[in-house]
């Protein structure tokens, strides 16, 4: 059964690779290459009304992403993948006769956003969780020395990097979207790994002091 289960978690972490180096992972709109605009509304209004609008002009396949900014929340800031000059215009006008407003193409800000980088969503915790990893490994090589350092150093950074590639592997087979809550659940898979070798070892270093104290 062990064995199976490690072929089954190989098979998904190589065919994540894979998949990965083929297509790439799948970033959420705000993530990727986008284009962004801000209308001024001048009153209240619904995000839903506004999507309604921008799915009508540009197509109902396409991702949009609202939001009300501003204090009054009497602005809408609309993102999409890509759209054209003409395609904002009609979506001016459009919110022009629902709302009763005379915007003209030159009160609309636009601009557009590069792609970001998987590397540019892991840099700002690259260094502390180095830091803590290394912290962590010293601590357990200090605390179990006595079941020796390589394999402790082994389950440590053996689990930490299975089971982050397994996270990474499932998000690319599955198509999830990778957002805000990407890296936070990685690192909280990251800090359970840690007490799960924790336990591990632990339970080792008792059932080795129980069969000295039975020989003894």
């Known amino acids: 059964m062990k064995k199976v289960i490690i072929a089954l978690i190989a098979c ?37 009304e506004i999507q309604d609008i921008v799915h009508e002009v540009i197509g109902q396949d396409k991702k949009v992403i609202t939001q009300k900014v ?24 459009k919110i022009n006769e629902k709302y009763g407003l005379d915007n003209t193409i030159e009160d609309i800000q636009v601009v557009n956003n590069t792609k970001i980088r998987g590397r540019e969503m892991v840099k700002p915790y690259v260094l502390p969780v180095a830091i803590s990893f290394i912290i962590i490994l010293i601590v357990l090589t200090i605390i179990y020395r006595k079941l020796g350092i390589m394999k402790v150093l082994g389950n440590v950074i053996g689990y930490t990097f299975l089971v982050q590639a397994l996270y990474l592997s499932v998000i690319a087979l599955t198509r999830v979207e990778v957002n805000r809550f990407t890296m936070p659940i990685a690192i909280a898979l990251f800090a359970m790994t840690q007490l799960a070798v924790v336990i591990k070892l632990e339970k080792k270093r008792l059932t080795i002091k129980e069969d000295n104290n039975s020989n003894n």
């Open 12 to 48: 998904i972490v190589v065919a994540g690779i894979a998949i990965t180096c083929v297509m790439g992972l799948n970033y959420e709109l705000m993530y990727s290459k986008n284009t962004q605009f801000d209308i001024y509304i001048g009153k209240e209004f619904q995000d839903q």
């Open 70 to 93: 501003e204090i009054y929340e009497d602005m809408v800031t609309i993102t999409v993948p890509e759209i054209t000059t003409e395609q904002i215009e009609q979506i001016n006008q």
